[in-house]
């Protein structure tokens, strides 16, 4: 890469953060003072179908809908999901068809238009970059999310929780409108399983695509090193993620993962060697407690080009958060109070995942042990081949029984929590359930608060998305 290239790069990249936290109201805010602004794809069906059902009110949706080149696909899906006013009182929000590995036309559309939308309102009347962040581990949501993204002219893809070989590739092909196939991991598999989208199932006529930069999340030098080695697995950059960061983390190398105090240990082994990243010769961004002015300008020193902050930008005005997450959230910050412990058993996808204790969430005993286990988002569910035929899919969130009657079978399920339905509710998007219960928050957040407590002391009452890349930029 030329130093001019270089130059152009990012300096700070604002973390993707699902469900929803990452919208594009704050990845808009960030790309136009020049920072990567990243939305989140997770989840970015049913978020677009629940914010229809709520009446859509500032007609945002509906105004990059009008842009969607399919104009029947945008109909059918207001059709399906778009409230005047909102729902009544006392609904529940209609669901959108589960991840499959052979999707009805109605999955494929929806994925593909609110991915389209997420991109399309971060970049409208905005010039700066914008990217979209997926997880690797929902790999049959990714062909379809990734078209959506390119046809609102996303700039960047990234992703994590995984390995990315396909996705360079994928990029190519799909940024030419061709049929594209991916391998899924299916458990207990006899023979190889593969995802089909075909793009002119969205339209016949849709131009050459850009093709996004690709840039993978990875905690280890060695996986840096074997994506880096093929032309057809080389991304074009790296966010090298340590194990303080907010959301899923890469599991432990050491043998004993798991700490007397319960939470996931991480070792001298989780660490990247930096200049083993370094020689790939690709760019790189640091990630996990990186978020101050010192660090931004130490991570230039370590040969990166920047940063990636996450929780800094989870509490600005503009992220999904709710207002009473974020205020619960400063309140602890102010009193030092803030507890944030890596769960090694509390997501489905089995990687530890940082939570935050705070009353009334998930994150508490008693209200895990009372909320009714239900599988009804199934982001996370894994397809395995059944022993009779046929591809079944399972969660170990869901009902404990039924997970083991699918053959599910591991020891830790029972401590496993809905992230689907409690990642919904910290965005003020929790279902209601017919005992009149609405589906509780479980909050994720950063280990390393020193970046949040310095920004909270100049900004008691909460920020703006400018003034966290104000504040990176202070001294720099
Ligand atoms: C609320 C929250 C949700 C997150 N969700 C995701 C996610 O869905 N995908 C992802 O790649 N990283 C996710 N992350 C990680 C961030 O993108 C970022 O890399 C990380 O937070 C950086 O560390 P920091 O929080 O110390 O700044 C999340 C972080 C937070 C705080």
Redesign the pocket.
């Known amino acids: 890469m030329s130093e001019t290239q270089i130059a152009a790069l990012p300096d700070v990249i604002q ?4 469900i929803a ?1 990452s919208t594009w109201l704050l990845a808009r805010e960030v790309s136009k003072t020049g920072g990567l602004g990243v939305v ?1 794809a ?1 989840a970015i069906d049913s978020v677009v179908a629940r914010r229809l059902q709520d009446g859509d009110p500032a007609e945002d949706i509906r105004r990059a809908f009008a842009h969607f080149p399919n104009p029947d696909i945008a109909e059918e899906v207001l059709h399906f999901y778009f409230k005047e006013g909102g729902r009544t009182t006392g609904a529940p929000y209609l669901d959108v068809p589960k991840l499959s590995l052979k999707p009805s036309k109605l999955t494929n559309n929806l994925l593909v238009i609110s991915a389209f939308t997420e991109v399309w309102l971060a970049k409208e009347n905005n010039s700066g970059l914008i990217g979209i ?1 997926l ?1 690797e581990k929902i790999q049959l949501a990714t062909p379809a999310t990734l078209y959506g993204a390119m046809l609102a002219g996303v700039d960047y893809v ?1 992703m ?2 995984g390995i990315p070989t396909e996705i360079p590739e994928l990029l190519r092909q799909l940024s030419d409108n061709n049929g594209v196939k991916i391998a899924v991991d299916v458990s207990e598999a006899k023979s190889k399983h593969f995802l089909a989208f075909d793009p002119k199932q969205i339209s016949q006529k849709v131009p050459k695509l850009n093709r996004p930069q690709f840039l993978a ?1 990875i905690s280890s030098h060695a996986l840096a090193a074997y994506l880096a080695k093929d032309d057809k697995t080389r991304p074009d950059g790296f ?1 090298v ?1 340590g194990a ?4 899923h983390n890469a599991p432990p190398r050491s043998k004993d993962a798991i700490g007397e105090d319960g939470q996931s240990k991480f070792t001298a082994l989780d660490e990247a060697d930096l200049t083993k990243v370094a020689k790939t010769q690709l760019p790189f961004w640091l ?5 101050t002015p010192e660090n931004l300008a130490n991570a230039k020193a370590l040969g990166a080009i920047g940063i ?5 930008f ?1 509490l600005a005005n503009e992220s999904g958060f709710t207002r009473e997450i974020k205020d619960e959230l400063l309140d602890q910050l102010s009193t030092d109070t803030l507890n944030v412990k890596t769960d090694p058993f509390a997501s489905p996808t089995g990687f530890p995942f940082k939570v935050v204790e705070i009353e009334g969430t998930l994150s508490g005993a008693s209200a895990f042990d009372e909320r009714a286990r239900n599988c009804d988002l199934g982001y996370l569910r894994v397809p395995f081949e059944r022993p009779q035929g046929g591809i079944g899919y399972r969660c170990p969130a869901e009902p404990l029984k039924t997970f083991e009657f699918k053959g599910g079978t591991s020891q830790h399920n029972s401590r496993s929590k809905c992230l689907c339905n409690a990642l919904m509710a910290d965005i003020g998007l929790g279902q209601l359930r017919v005992d009149g219960k609405v589906e509780l928050p479980l909050v ?3 280990s ?1 608060l020193a970046g949040a407590k310095e920004l909270s002391k100049i900004h008691p009452d909460g920020w703006s998305a400018i003034q966290v890349m104000d504040f990176l930029h202070k001294t720099n």
């Not at 303080?244 to 959301?247: L, R, V």
């Not at 990630?287 to 978020?291: E, F, L």
């Not at 990636?308 to 800094?312: A, F, I, T």
């Open positions: 973390g993707g953060m699902g936290v989140s997770t962040n997880l990234l994590g929780a999340i966010i993620e303080t960061a907010g959301g990630a996990g407690g990186y978020g990636q902050v996450g929780s800094l989870a994720t957040f950063g390393d």
